[in-house]
Nanobody
Framework: QVQLVESGGGLVQPGGSLRLSCAAS????????MGWYSQAPGKQRELVSS???????DYADSVKGRFTISRDNAKNTFYLQMNSLKPEDTAVYYC??????????????WGQGIQVTVSS
């Protein structure tokens, strides 16, 4: 079993910052790519940012220059620093990892989601 726990969400004013964290635990052998997704009400879940196991990063056009993804392999944790937040960033954010468990079985794992609300 692999579990992901997100933290760091909440309510922030436009222009403010939040830092999301996603900690992975359980029967993990190796974590590959990690990613953050957002899902606004009435919309499909979409990729916000990803980072590979070689630290190659990718961002949605809407967050480039404002969000930064990073990972701490020693802690099996990754982060999304969100700056200059806009009301349109309001969504539930989900973390995702691709990982091999201790049985060397590859899986795709999701966090429970965390609310980010940008509003004055």
């Amino acid at each position: 079993q692999v579990q992901l726990v997100e933290s760091g969400g909440g309510l922030v004013q436009p222009g403010g910052s939040l830092r999301l964290s996603c900690a992975a635990s359980g029967s993990i052998f190796r974590i590959g790519a990690m990613g953050w997704y957002s899902q606004a009400p009435g919309k499909q879940r979409e990729l916000v940012s990803s980072i590979t196991d070689r630290d190659s990063t990718d961002y949605a056009d809407s967050v480039k220059g404002r969000f930064t993804i990073s990972r701490d392999n020693a802690k099996n944790t990754f982060y999304l620093q969100m700056n200059s937040l806009k009301p349109e960033d309001t969504a539930v954010y989900y973390c995702n990892i691709q990982a091999h468990d201790l049985g060397f079985k590859r899986g795709d794992y999701w966090g429970q989601g965390i609310q980010v609300t940008v509003s004055s």
